[in-house]
């Protein structure tokens, strides 16, 4: 069994809410909001549990670590909340942060808004990859990899930040060029490629519903309540 204190949790936290109308960070969820419940689910697999947005007022549930940003407007020496709003790397932002920040090897991301994903679902997440040699472990449902309810290696770091300084914004190709150049440091005990692992669409079709729109997140609380 893989110990929970072997591991960090991090709630990505840092979109917009464009299509949503609102920010959803804090959109109400049962009885506490969609943060609440992703924290709440992080705490049940991580000895230590984080937050990976640029609203230093999430800090009263936990603490949070500002996403990285364009390492040219970073240079520029612009004042940070204005440059992570305006040169936001999105999501891959919050994951080269956390790794930044992280003392432990294994670290689970979750987005804010899959609240219908299980407990046991980042238990085993967090169990293959510790039982496993690859450098990160991502789901891919129906075929389609899901980087941002996944596992990474904190000696992912430096291919990250590399991959982000050439502009390679998007998650899955700055991975792949991070696992490449890991990889190829030849690091001891060194692990090999990416976990991608094929999760039936009928095992985890509501689990993986992404709340962008008011209509998902109707979607969503109905699904919650035939729970």
Not at 18 to 25: E, N
Not at 34 to 44: G, M, Q
Not at 92 to 114: K, M, Q, S, Y
Request: hydrophobic share 45%; net charge negative.
């Amino acid at each position: 069994m893989f110990a929970n204190a072997a591991a960090t949790g991090f709630v990505l936290a840092g979109g917009s809410g464009a299509r949503m109308g609102q920010d959803k960070v804090l959109l109400p969820w049962g009885d506490s909001t969609l943060l609440e419940e992703a924290l709440r689910k992080l705490r049940a697999v991580c000895g230590e549990v984080r937050i990976c947005a640029n609203r230093m007022d999430l800090g009263v549930y936990a603490p949070v670590i500002p996403d990285a940003i364009a390492p040219d407007v970073a240079m520029q020496g612009a004042e940070p909340e204005k440059s992570a709003r305006n040169k936001s790397i999105g999501p891959l932002g919050g994951i080269v942060a956390a790794l930044e920040a992280t003392a432990t090897e294994w670290n689970l991301f979750l987005p804010v808004d899959l609240p219908l994903l299980p407990v046991e679902f980042l238990t085993e997440l967090l169990e293959r990859a510790h039982s496993g040699a690859a450098w990160a472990v991502i789901p891919c449902l129906a075929g389609r990899p899901q980087p941002l309810c996944a596992v990474y290696h904190r000696d992912l770091l430096s291919g990250l930040g590399q991959a982000v300084a050439e502009g390679k914004f998007k998650v899955m190709l700055a991975l792949e060029s991070a696992v490449h150049a890991t990889q190829n440091a030849r690091l001891p005990g060194q692990r090999r490629g990416i976990d991608h692992w094929d999760i039936p669409l009928s095992e985890q079709a509501d689990g993986f519903l992404n709340l962008n729109t008011p209509e998902e997140l109707e979607q969503a609380h109905r699904l919650l309540l035939r729970r």
